[in-house]
C-alpha cells in the first residue's frame, strides 16, 4: 500500500515560515490535501488539489508537490498555527485513501 | 451553515459491536461521499472507508474489511458506521467528513468517542 512520510515535529519562531514535507513514491503525480488538527478539535482542510485554499484559509498557507515530496508552507507564522498537520492522497493502485503520519508545528 | 452532526460517546466491552450515526445537514446529502476516519489517542489519523449515499456503495481500508459496515438513510440524510469484533485498539474518536468532486473533505463531524474497556 502506498506511504506517505512526515517528520513527527517542526518548530519555528513566530513570523518566520515553517515547510512541512511529506514524502511519498512519485507522490508529484498524485493530488495532495493538507488538513490542520488542533487539540481537541476536528481535522480542517487547508490545501486541496496540491495548491487550492478553501474559503477562509489564510493566503500565508501554500503548497507545493512535485518528485517524491510535496511541501505545506505557512508564512509569517502566528501561535495560532500550532497544530498537527496531515498530508492525504488517494492511492489509485488501492482506491484508497491514505494519510501521512502527521506533523506537530510548535511555534516557539 | 453546512454541518455534519454525529452521536454521542460510546463505552463498550470487548466483543460488541458499536454503530455511530452522522447526519447531515445544509447540503444535498447524496451530492458528496460519506468518509469515516479515526484517530486513536495520541495518534495520527486512519481512513476507514467510505459511503457513495447515493447508490449504497461503498469501499472499505483493508484493515477493516469484514468488520466494518457503512451505510445510508437518504430520507433523513443520515450515514452510519458500524464496526464489530470490537478490541481495545478500536478505542479512538471517530469523525465522518464529506468529500465532493471538486473538493475532498472539506466539513468534518465534531467526532465520536468509542471507548472499548471490560
Known amino acids: 500500500s502506498y506511504v506517505l512520510t512526515q517528520p513527527p515535529s517542526v518548530s519555528v519562531a513566530p513570523g518566520v515560515t515553517a515547510t512541512i514535507p511529506c514524502g511519498g513514491n512519485n507522490i508529484g503525480d498524485k493530488s495532495v490535501h493538507w488538513f490542520q488538527q488542533r487539540p481537541g478539535q476536528a481535522p480542517v482542510l487547508v490545501i486541496y488539489y496540491d495548491t487550492d485554499r478553501p474559503s477562509g484559509i489564510p493566503e500565508r498557507f501554500s503548497a507545493s508537490n512535485s518528485g517524491n515530496t510535496a511541501t505545506l508552507t505557512i508564512s509569517r507564522v502566528e501561535a495560532g498555527d500550532e497544530a498537527d498537520y496531515y498530508c492525504q492522497v488517494w492511492d489509485n493502485t488501492s482506491d484508497h485513501w491514505v494519510f501521512g503520519g502527521g506533523t506537530k508545528l510548535t511555534v516557539l | 451553515q453546512v454541518q455534519l452532526v454525529q452521536s454521542g460517546a460510546e463505552v463498550k466491552k470487548p466483543g460488541a459491536s458499536v454503530k455511530v450515526s452522522c447526519k447531515a445537514s445544509?447540503?444535498?446529502?447524496?451530492?458528496?461521499?460519506l468518509h469515516w476516519v479515526r484517530q486513536a489517542p495520541g495518534q495520527g489519523l486512519e481512513w476507514m472507508g467510505w459511503?457513495?449515499?447515493?447508490?449504497?456503495?461503498?469501499n472499505y481500508a483493508q484493515k477493516f474489511q469484514g468488520r466494518v459496515s457503512m451505510t445510508g438513510d437518504t430520507s433523513i440524510s443520515t450515514a452510519y458506521m458500524e464496526l464489530r469484533s470490537l478490541t481495545s485498539d478500536d478505542t479512538a474518536v471517530y469523525y465522518c467528513?464529506?468529500?465532493?468532486?471538486?473538493?475532498?473533505?472539506?466539513?468534518w463531524g465534531r467526532g465520536t468517542t468509542v471507548i472499548v474497556s471490560s
Open positions: 467528513t464529506r468529500a465532493g468532486a471538486d473538493i475532498p473533505m472539506d466539513v
Open positions: 445544509q447540503y444535498t446529502f447524496i451530492d458528496y461521499y
Open positions: 459511503i457513495n449515499p447515493e447508490s449504497g456503495r461503498t
